[in-house]
């Protein structure tokens, strides 16, 4: 039986909780939502505090106790409600703090509280807004998950119309909602949503522009804003503040999503926090990595905290190794010049493989709570070695000829600098100094321009001692080890392979797997990665965004390894492209004991 927790728009409670405690109801009368819209429950919570239990989501709310918890903003602990970051006993002149005038202006019957969302693209115009940021809000749309009042502006320097933002939207659209019905009705509804201004980056009076066409969109309600930094790096400090000083909201919140890379190492890292800081608060601050928006990412809390099979085995005792593997068979076609700058370790390894592994080894958080969450994972990613040259091997894609067709070594490419030393592959393997994984390899393996397009967690477990059966698995007992497979991409699957009797009179095992294909299981598409953090980042659930704590142990794992490969000028193995990758990736693994999941006919 399935028992269900719709993300849209329930999932809105636990935030909107938070910032509305002030006009409850008498506590346990129950408000019937009905089933009229999802977006009347949406503003029925945030007018009251309100819970909906697991039983009677989307049918009934019942205002709850004002909690009296507080958050961690990663700068200390602090109430959530508070008007922060007061400067000389003034509250700041740029982004206005989480939901401070929400509740100045929310009267106790809700009056005043109507609100609207206006949701600015920085940076429009470039290739993540159109493939991912675009199709994702469409998506949103289309599924009823927007705000009743929301406006989608687009912002770049290119000269476009409304016109031609919109046509550039409905030709880009190349989500999963293009063949479904009555597409292109809520897509012209849609876009009727959204508008374009073109700016400077750097230009006050620019972004002073957008304001005014933000407020004629927005009337008297409360104005709340997300901004979305689909730039270059090197931009995103303009950007803020600019857009702090003349187009934050006066009277709602402002909120920032703020994509990667967040620095070159430690110290880029630090001063790139330390200057959004100064227009804006942490909570505000929405550093997205989109990996933490996939579908089998977010699972991996419900495998391992809701099934009492996988959970006492998650330690040392149980488990061998873990394996968390990344790899594309393209190669870095057309983002060459951004991608020598940062190599394949801060491109893939350093986020989006070590927030996976954060996520996996974590101790269970106390609850659900975005801070409870964080905080585990600040405490793993700080109980890890730092890692050093001895234990990465890094790589790099040759041309290769195959079936007539040659595809371009890494340095073929002309925004490449013919010597590049930048690794297009890296294995690494890291271990947590703790009670719980002591001792315990965690191999990752991330590649452009390999065989395939994959990215997977292997946990490989221990022998079972004794093994009654192990006259029957030849001399190799690795093979007989069980392994939880968990496929994050593509075709989405967790299996687990055992050891079965082949049926017949005789004493035959193979190894089987137990199944959850999700193609198969689920009728139901999986929504991008975008679409779930752009959703969250509205709804003001942190969950999956990286806070500055993350992000500097993060970088304290892997910048001395960075230095080393840059300072002692270290070459990668070179690999054709279209093949395994470099050979030290298994002597890598064999120092630890370990073979990779991911090769031959092991691989599923
Ligand atoms: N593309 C992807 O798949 C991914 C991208 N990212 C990150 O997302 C952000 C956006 O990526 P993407 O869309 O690929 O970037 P683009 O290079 O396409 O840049 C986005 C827009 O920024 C403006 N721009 C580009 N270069 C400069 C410059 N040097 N100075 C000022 N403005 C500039 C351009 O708009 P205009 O000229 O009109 O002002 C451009 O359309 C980056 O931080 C990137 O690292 C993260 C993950 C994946
Ligand atoms: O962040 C990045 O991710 C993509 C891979 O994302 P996926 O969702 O398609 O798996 C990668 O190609 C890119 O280099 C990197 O910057």
Request: charged share 25%; aromatic share 10%; hydrophobic share 35%.
């Amino acid at each position: 039986m399935a028992v269900s927790f719709p993300k849209c728009p329930s999932s809105s409670l636990p935030a909107i909780q938070a910032r509305n405690r002030a006009w409850a109801p008498p506590l346990g009368s129950p408000i019937q939502a009905g089933d009229s819209s999802k977006w009347a429950l949406f503003e029925a919570t945030k007018r009251y505090n309100l819970s909906v239990s697991a039983s009677n989501r989307g049918s009934a709310v019942t205002p709850v106790e004002p909690s009296k918890k507080v958050e961690d903003s990663g700068a200390g602990t602090k109430p959530t409600d508070l008007p922060i970051k007061v400067e000389n006993g003034t509250p700041p002149t740029g982004f206005s703090s989480e939901g401070f005038q929400n509740l100045q202006q929310a009267g106790p019957d809700g009056s005043g509280s109507e609100s609207t969302v206006s949701i600015t693209v920085v940076g429009a115009s470039g290739d993540l807004a159109k493939k991912k940021i675009f199709p994702a809000l469409f998506a949103l749309y289309y599924e009823g998950c927007l705000p009743k009042h929301f406006t989608v502006f687009g912002y770049a320097r290119s000269k476009m119309t409304d016109a031609e933002l919109r046509d550039m939207v409905s030709l880009t659209l190349t989500c999963r909602i293009d063949q479904r019905e009555n597409c292109s009705v809520k897509m012209e509804e849609f876009l009727k949503r959204c508008f374009y201004h073109a700016g400077q980056y750097d230009s006050e009076a620019h972004f002073a522009d957008l304001d005014k066409k933000l407020k004629q969109h927005e009337g008297s309600r409360i104005s709340n804003r997300l901004y979305y930094l689909s730039i270059p790096p090197n931009i995103f400090l303009d950007v803020v503040k600019c857009a702090s000083l003349a187009a934050s909201s006066g009277n709602g919140w402002t909120r920032v999503i703020v994509e990667k890379p967040f620095g070159r190492d430690a110290e880029s890292s630090a001063a790139l926090t330390r200057g959004l800081k100064q227009y804006l608060h942490e909570d505000q601050i929405f550093r997205i990595d989109h990996y933490l928006g996939k579908e089998l990412v977010e699972n991996l809390s419900v495998l391992r905290f809701s099934n009492l099979v996988f959970e006492p085995l998650w330690s040392r005792q149980y488990i061998r190794n873990v394996q968390i593997i990344f790899s594309e068979d393209f190669g870095t076609e057309g983002r060459g010049g951004y991608f020598d700058h940062y190599g394949i370790i801060r491109d893939i390894m350093q986020n989006h493989l070590l927030q996976i592994m954060a996520l996996f080894a974590m101790e269970t958080p106390t609850s659900l709570e975005a801070e409870d969450i964080r905080n585990e994972k600040v405490k793993v990613l700080r109980s890890m070695k730092p890692l050093q040259a001895d234990d990465v091997v890094i790589g790099q894609y040759k041309s290769h000829t195959r079936g007539g067709v040659m595809y371009p070594g890494y340095t073929d490419d002309k925004t490449v600098p013919s010597n590049s030393l930048t690794p297009t592959f890296a294995a690494a393997a890291l271990f947590i100094n703790n009670a719980r994984w002591d001792g315990v390899p965690f191999l990752m393996k991330a590649g452009k321009a390999l065989h395939t397009k994959r990215a997977e967690i292997r946990v490989q477990f221990r022998h079972v001692p004794g093994n009654l059966y192990k006259g029957c698995f030849g001399t190799d007992l690795d093979r007989a080890t069980n392994e939880l497979v968990i496929r994050v991409q593509p075709d989405e699957a967790i299996y687990l392979k055992i050891n079965n009797k082949i049926p017949g009179l005789g004493m035959r095992l193979d190894r089987s797997n137990l199944n959850l294909h999700y193609a198969a299981r689920y009728s139901k598409e999986i929504p991008d990665a975008y679409e779930r953090l752009l959703l969250d980042a509205i709804e003001g659930e942190r969950r999956l965004f990286i806070r500055s704590d993350e992000l500097d142990a993060a970088w304290g794992l892997f910048t001395p390894l960075l230095k080393e490969l840059e300072e002692r000028h270290i070459a990668p193995e070179l690999y054709p492209y279209g093949s395994r990758g470099p050979v030290g990736a298994h002597y890598l693994a064999a120092k630890y004991n370990v073979r990779w999941g991911d090769l031959g006919a092991e691989q599923h």
